[in-house]
């Protein structure tokens, strides 16, 4: 068992390495969508962790969420809220580390549906933006700049 323990660590060491070196948290070259691709790509191998209740590869892909939310191409906005949408996120992504190594299944379970939420409350704040940015009429620039 303390083998198992030890070469699961040492794998998930390795597993993390590389994929962290796939999307480099300072790489201003990735994008948006390379980081939110990346990111549902390992919430999808977390959850396929606590099914099969593999710590590992939680704990490996825990690490590469808590990685990739440091990303420069994780940075959508600068507003208050989605700042806290971010904080949250890596809330979430500690505790999943820490019911990895704690072989918490259910902790696991927990953490990953409240980061996953964190996901949506995220994206529904983000399309809200979006949706209410309207350029402001000419007359109004004009009150604007005054």
């Known amino acids: ?21 796939t999307v480099a948290p300072n790489d201003p070259k990735i994008t948006t969508r390379e980081v939110m691709k990346a990111k549902l790509e390992s919430s999808q191998k977390v959850l396929e ?11 490996a892909n825990a690490q590469k969420l808590a990685a990739l939310s440091q990303a420069a191409g994780w940075q959508a906005r600068q507003t208050p809220e989605y700042k806290q949408y971010t ?3 890596r ?4 505790a ?13 379970s927990v953490a990953w549906f409240q980061l996953t939420i964190s996901c949506v409350n995220c994206h529904r704040h983000l399309r809200g933006v979006r949706t209410v940015s309207v350029p402001l009429a000419p007359a109004a620039q004009a009150v604007a700049a005054w």
Do not use: C, P, W, Y
């Open 1 to 21: 068992m303390k083998t198992k323990t030890i070469l699961g660590a040492v794998l998930g060491a390795v597993l993390f390495t590389s994929l962290a070196a």
């Open 96 to 108: 999943l580390q820490k019911a990895a190594r704690d072989e918490n299944v259910d902790a696991a």
């Open 87 to 89: 904080a949250e996120f």
């Open 91 to 94: 809330r979430h992504a500690e």
């Open 49 to 59: 962790g606590i099914a099969t209740e593999n710590f590992v590869t939680i704990s």
